[in-house]
């Protein structure tokens, strides 16, 4: 998953050889979620993250991901964020880094 300060983009492998790129501008993305919906994937802290575009259609999913709550929290206050601030360079936004981590590192 690569999120940054225009679009969120994925890296599809189809068939061995076959690869494709799916992209959304972030300006589009209407809903964020995260699904965890098996017991081991609580336990791991990894689930699923959806997200919508402005035609409902345009629907990209990143599974098994780790931190998806916090992910979707994240991108949720970067899309408010570059809303309000434009004009902001991208060397100055924080990249993500899960709670957990912060507190060990911080």
Do not use: C
Not at 23 to 43: D, G, M, Y
Not at 47 to 62: L, Q
Not at 76 to 98: A, H, M
């Amino acid at each position: 998953m690569i999120v940054t300060n225009k679009r969120i983009i994925k890296f599809v492998k189809s068939w061995i050889f076959s690869e494709h790129l799916k992209e959304l501008k972030l300006k589009q993305v209407t809903e964020i979620i995260a699904v965890k919906k098996w017991f081991l994937n609580k336990i791991l802290t990894t689930g699923n993250v959806k997200f919508v575009g402005k035609d409902k259609e345009t629907v990209i999913w990143f599974q098994n991901v780790k931190y998806p709550e916090e992910i979707v929290m994240y991108v949720s206050r970067l899309k408010d964020f570059l809303k309000e601030n434009p004009d902001v360079e991208p060397t100055q936004l924080k990249p993500f880094i899960p709670r957990k981590e912060r507190v060990i590192n911080g």
